[in-house]
C-alpha cells in the first residue's frame, strides 16, 4: 500500500478520508477509526463511507492541543 506524505494542511482534500487521517497524526489506520468514533470527532456518514471535513478536523486539532 502506497504511504501518503502530507507537508502541510494546504495539501489536504476538502474532504479526508480514514486513510488521511492516518497519514496527518502518523498513527495506524485501525487507530485513525477508533478515532472516527470517539466523542467530538468531526466525521460525516455517507453509507459506510466515513468523510472528515479538513475545516472541523483542523480545528479539533487545535482544540486539542489547547486542552493539554
Do not use: C
Not at 502506497?2 to 474532504?15: A, G, M, N, T
Not at 502518523?26 to 470517539?38: F, K, M
Amino acid at each position: 500500500m502506497r504511504q501518503i506524505i502530507i507537508k502541510s494542511f494546504d495539501e489536504l482534500p476538502l474532504v479526508l478520508t480514514v486513510r488521511d487521517v492516518s497519514a496527518v497524526m502518523g498513527i495506524s489506520r485501525v487507530g485513525a477509526y477508533d478515532l472516527t468514533h470517539s466523542d467530538g470527532f468531526p466525521t460525516i456518514r455517507i453509507g459506510r463511507r466515513i468523510a472528515i471535513p479538513k475545516a472541523e478536523f483542523i480545528k479539533w486539532l487545535e482544540n486539542k492541543s489547547r486542552a493539554r
